[in-house]
């Protein structure tokens, strides 16, 4: 399956030919774009998270390391909330 930008019969039959596959063009009902859901959220937290200096880059090898300070940061976050209250 794939969205309208990759319709194309040249691509269709090459996939058919190489690799046996079908290729379905999924087509979107409406063209205005559209907030979905509460996606503000994951981006108002990923802002508040970029905030700190370690999470602003990746800075970090390894994925534990990096959790790590995503942790850390998020503690951070609601214990500065916790004393305004």
Do not use: C, P
């Amino acid at each position: 399956m794939a969205d309208a930008g990759h319709e194309s019969k040249k691509l269709e039959r090459l996939l058919k030919v190489q690799e046996g596959w079908e290729l379905r063009i999924i087509k979107r009902r409406q063209r205005a774009f559209q907030i979905t859901g509460l996606t503000w959220i994951v981006e108002r937290t990923f802002a508040w998270l970029g905030r700190n200096r370690r999470l602003s880059k990746d800075y970090e090898y390894a994925v534990q390391t990096s959790e790590t300070f995503i942790d850390i940061a998020a503690i951070r976050l609601m214990l500065n909330r916790i004393v305004q209250i």
